[in-house]
């Protein structure tokens, strides 16, 4: 499961309008993806439909949207600056943060021995905090790199250790720890600032918004309610109607 947030590659009326079209475009493969993640949740896991190899190359799509989160925390890094960033970058992760635990308590109530406790949304939302101080800073984003891919993460105990990725303690729907993938974001921001550079060759002014371009904007919206909607269908289909 995966998503960021809108509107951080902004700067005034110019928008690098791609970068959503990705992130709109991904939404698609995403989505099909959850269809057999979310049916073998329902069954506790007893079906494993999501280890098809076609369903798990669409479950790689997650992964473009933590590069796609990183790229854009760098540009808002770079478009904003001092205490309008920083509070700017509190709120978005704060927002991703509440739409993770949301997911949290739903899961936890529905499928208690699935809960989800640190997914995409809650491994975003911590992610883009830790990084925000350097993200306009490659050279300090390579060695922040390097550490995380060499160094290795003692365990502390099960709830530190579910966060950093050291060990796994629980039965989990969804896992997205720091030491896995804290290296595609910290990618995703150096790509962010070399795109800054080279942004004239990105920038539109173009008004319109195509389809695509607003599921890029409005993605965690998205991510939260078509996950929120799957879950109670399949719930409600296989605990209330019996069909399959």
Do not use: C
């Amino acid at each position: 499961m995966s998503i960021y947030n809108k509107d951080d590659t902004q700067l005034a009326d110019t928008r690098i309008t791609i970068i959503d079209s990705i992130r709109g475009f991904s939404f698609i493969p995403m989505f099909i993806f959850h269809l057999y993640s979310t049916y073998d949740l329902t069954n506790n896991f007893t079906t494993s439909t999501t280890l098809k190899p076609t369903i798990q190359f669409l479950g790689l799509i997650r992964n473009v949207f933590i590069i796609l989160a990183g790229i854009s925390l760098a540009l808002s890094s770079q478009y904003k600056k001092g205490i309008k960033y920083y509070s700017s970058r509190l709120k978005r992760s704060v927002q991703i943060i509440i739409h993770a635990m949301f997911l949290t308590i739903l899961t936890h109530f529905l499928f208690p021995g699935f809960g989800i406790k640190f997914g995409i949304l809650h491994f975003i939302g911590i992610s883009t905090l830790l990084l925000s101080p350097i993200a306009s800073n490659n050279i300090l984003l390579i060695i922040l790199l390097l550490l995380v891919m060499f160094s290795k993460i003692p365990p502390i105990n099960p709830i530190v250790d579910t966060i950093t990725g050291a060990s796994i303690n629980y039965n989990m729907a969804d896992w997205f720890p720091l030491k896995q993938n804290l290296p595609l974001m910290i990618g995703g921001a150096i790509i962010g600032n070399v795109i800054y550079k080279n942004k004239s060759k990105f920038i539109t002014k173009d008004k319109n918004v195509s389809v695509l371009e607003w599921m890029g904007k409005n993605s965690l919206d998205l991510y939260t309610g078509h996950v929120t909607l799957l879950i109670i269908i399949f719930y409600i289909a296989k605990h209330y109607f019996h069909l399959y």
